[in-house]
């Protein structure tokens, strides 16, 4: 029995190096917007919590805005190692960055990045005292995707299903940065 990868008449399979890396990672951030942002523990525990992305730059750093005293906080000056997780569709648009964080309390960053729709989290706007900024520096990463979209993958799959062939229409591959 063969797996539906080594069955697959188009290839799968693409590893991105550089620009072509951060084309790809700002595509599929850019669907989502979003992620769940992990951080680990002195006892090796990982949290994830939900944060928005603010910003992402040209050398693949990502920005978020995030409160002084939070758990997420504490753990990057203990550990800056982090892990994200990008969704940006049910059944594609799937990223996972690694790389490192640092934190800042810079007022023109702040300023740079602030969202009205964060005063959710910070009660006194853009001038709330406990406003930081975490700066994810993308280290590496992995992406599954398709090729073509949502409608045509959908086409395909249902081709495969009445053919009972492989279509799959999706793409994977390492990011580098």
Not at 34 to 54: A, E, G, R
Not at 99 to 117: F, N
Request: one cysteine or more.
């Amino acid at each position: 029995m063969n797996s539906i990868t080594s069955t697959q008449k188009e290839g799968t399979h693409t590893n991105l190096i550089g620009e072509e890396a951060i084309k790809k990672m700002r595509h599929l951030i850019d669907k989502s917007g979003s992620c769940f942002f992990c951080t680990s523990t002195l006892n090796n525990k990982i949290n994830s919590s939900p944060m928005s992305v603010q910003k992402s730059d040209v050398n693949g750093d990502l920005w978020f805005l995030s409160p002084k005293d939070s758990i997420k906080n504490m753990e990057i000056t203990q550990d800056s190692e982090v892990t994200l997780y990008f969704q940006g569709s049910p059944h594609s648009d799937f990223l996972e960055l690694k790389g490192k964080a640092t934190i800042s309390d810079d007022k023109d960053l702040i300023k740079e990045l602030w969202d009205p729709m964060a005063k959710s989290w910070f009660k006194d706007g853009i001038d709330d005292p406990m406003i930081t900024v975490i700066q994810f520096k993308t280290e590496s990463g992995y992406y599954w995707d398709n090729e073509h979209g949502n409608t045509i993958a959908g086409v395909k799959l249902l081709i495969g299903v009445i053919t009972g062939t492989s279509t799959d229409d999706s793409n994977e591959g390492s990011l580098k940065i």
